[in-house]
């Protein structure tokens, strides 16, 4: 490991934890050196959740913890750079939950000196609902009894309206309220409106049962970041710039944002439609990246094909999609959303997907988990594929927190175990993302060896694959981008950054070594990525989560793909041999 001793010829370097207790409101401050602290991101609240958090506790009582941190780099001037990483017990899966979002939070966190903020114990149920504030010269618990059960939006606005702009804020919906387990983290973007989700794992319901409603950063200080060679930092911050914009891949999103892998994943046969019961969708080119496009074009107004999630970012994969006369909708629109409440539905309307991504985060859940949880739901009967204003209703249902609409936004598993449904795309609990993984058996071995349960952004493997049906090889490929993805999580950058670095991590090393005087080397680096996995599963097992828990349902198995005529033929071993670290 890395020489962390920070005596150097200037002042000790020391990374600063702000612990809150949600019962007394007392808080304290302490300050750590170690490894974990300067990577900050997923490195960090995976080792505090592992450390801190009893592994059998109920995920929604005192002992539970929620972690936030920034990474490594964050409150510089390095394009996307400022993510926040959540971290606790999760209510969906059972298991050790880190979830992102981009924003501002992570940002205003560095601008206080914070590298981590722990949420700590919880009141009684029923407790009056508080805010966290966070300022230059105090820490405190506010009344937050005026947001009780108003949607993401309104509480926004609300909290601008009383903590002034350029905040960063944590909020909460009315699902959050009420403790289901589809419910997200919204944190404010650039332009003070809580759209930056931290969607995945129910980390929303345990925000609310410390009875906390939103959390405020406040824009009142400004601790400027040191460095070691600024010379050397400016330069490497434009060396990320130009790698970001000569990638391929990342100048791509640039245009088209995330949207343009609808038309690549219908292609390839893996766009869920249809419950996941099939790999494309007829007319798919009516929601792809180029109707998007021309559509915001086409309104104009206050819509945007390139919008930034945070600043500095120079890949602005965002939008902001605008209604037929030209006022905002949504922002932003995502693939996952695309297809997991557009094609997995049979929805065929960008307006219909925009209205009911809008919804979702007004009543504060995953649009994935939701998505998926809608799917089953129609399976059901309780819609016909491909209504659009069924869908609505059902979004809708979710919102008022009626009887069905608890029971969606309580998540996929759950949605298919009280409706009787036998195809349930999920694992560990959690609805699977946009890739239907019998056409590609690489990201089926990542959904079925993530720690996280059914996710993409650690191991996408969707690109790489030369033969996406077959399972060969696909052990050793999902490991490899295992560690490719979690590099950018384990220090707060946004995942799109490995498309420029995924080849030579040394540009951001050399970040790290201009900011910190530190030198960390790829292999170090690695082998803290791969430290991480292991605590992650450990924590799991301690959880009482087994090997027969990273499965997909027997339909899965059982049922042929349409297009490719393929099963999932992963064996428990080969899984096994996939989370080995």
Not at 486 to 510: E, I, K, Q, W
Request: with cysteine; aromatic share 6%.
């Amino acid at each position: 490991m890395p020489n962390l001793n920070w005596l150097y010829s200037r002042s000790a370097i020391v990374f600063v934890t702000l612990r809150i207790n949600t019962v007394s409101g007392e808080s304290r401050k302490e300050s750590n050196d170690s490894l974990e602290y300067l990577l900050g991101g997923r490195s960090l609240t995976s080792h505090l959740v592992s450390q801190e958090v009893p592994a059998d506790c109920d995920p929604l009582g005192r002992n539970n913890k929620l972690f936030f941190t920034n990474g490594a780099l964050a409150g510089t001037m390095v394009s996307s750079s400022n993510r926040l990483s959540i971290g606790g017990k999760s209510p969906l899966t059972g298991g050790i939950k880190e979830s992102n979002a981009g924003g501002m939070v992570g940002q205003r966190m560095a601008q206080q000196g914070l590298r981590c903020i722990v949420l700590e114990d919880a009141p009684p149920p029923g407790s009056p609902w508080k805010i966290v504030v966070i300022g230059e010269n105090k820490v405190e618990l506010v009344d937050g009894e005026f947001l009780a059960g108003k949607g993401v939006y309104e509480k926004s606005s609300l909290l601008v309206e009383k903590f002034g702009p350029k905040t960063g804020c944590v909020t909460i919906g009315p699902a959050g309220e009420n403790l289901l387990f589809a419910s997200g983290l919204a944190c404010t973007d650039p332009h003070d409106v809580c759209s930056r989700y931290a969607g995945r794992g129910g980390l929303g319901a345990v925000f609310a049962s410390k009875r906390i409603i939103a959390m405020v950063i406040l824009n009142d200080h400004n601790v400027e970041p040191e460095f070691a060679d600024a010379e050397a930092f400016k330069a490497g911050t434009r060396n990320i710039v130009k790698l970001l914009k000569e990638n391929p891949v990342s100048s791509k999103f640039t245009k088209y944002g995330t949207a343009a892998m609808v038309d690549i994943c219908q292609a390839l046969n893996v766009l869920p439609t249809r419950n996941f019961t099939q790999g494309t969708m007829e007319d798919a080119e009516r929601i792809n990246a180029q109707t998007m496009y021309d559509i915001i074009k086409e309104r104009g107004g206050e819509g945007r094909t390139q919008h930034a999630c945070q600043s500095p970012c120079a890949i602005r994969c965002s939008n902001v999609y605008p209604d037929k006369e030209g006022d905002l909708l949504c922002s932003p629109i995502e693939y996952e959303t695309m297809a997991l409440m557009g094609s997995n539905l049979c929805l065929k309307n960008m307006d219909t997907i925009a209205e009911l991504n809008k919804i979702a985060n007004d009543a504060g859940v995953d649009t994935l988990e939701v998505g998926a949880a809608m799917g089953v739901a129609m399976e059901a009967g309780l819609a016909e594929f491909g209504d659009d204003e069924a869908c609505i209703n059902l979004i809708k249902e979710v919102y008022n927190l009626t009887p069905i609409g608890r029971i969606l936004g309580s998540g996929c598993k759950i949605t298919a175990r009280v409706l009787g449904v036998q195809h349930a795309p999920h694992i560990l609990g959690q609805g699977l993302p946009a890739y239907e993984p019998r056409g590609t058996k690489g990201m089926a071995m990542t959904y079925l060896s993530n720690p996280m349960g059914a996710d993409h952004t650690f191991g996408f493997t969707l690109r790489d694959e030369d033969v996406p049906t077959s399972k060969e090889g696909k052990v050793e490929l999902s490991k490899k981008f295992q560690v490719i993805g979690s590099r950018m999580d384990a220090m707060g950058t946004c995942n799109f950054v490995r498309y420029a670095v995924r080849h030579d991590m040394t540009p951001l090393l050399a970040l790290i070594k201009a900011r910190y005087d530190v030198d960390v080397s790829v292999e170090e680096f690695d082998d803290v990525v791969k430290k991480t996995l292991r605590i992650e599963h450990q924590f799991n097992t301690d959880a009482g989560i087994t090997l027969a828990d990273h499965r997909f349902t027997e339909s899965f198995y059982r049922d042929a793909q349409p297009e490719t005529g393929e099963k999932i033929d992963i064996t428990d071993e080969e899984v096994a041999q996939a989370m080995e670290w």
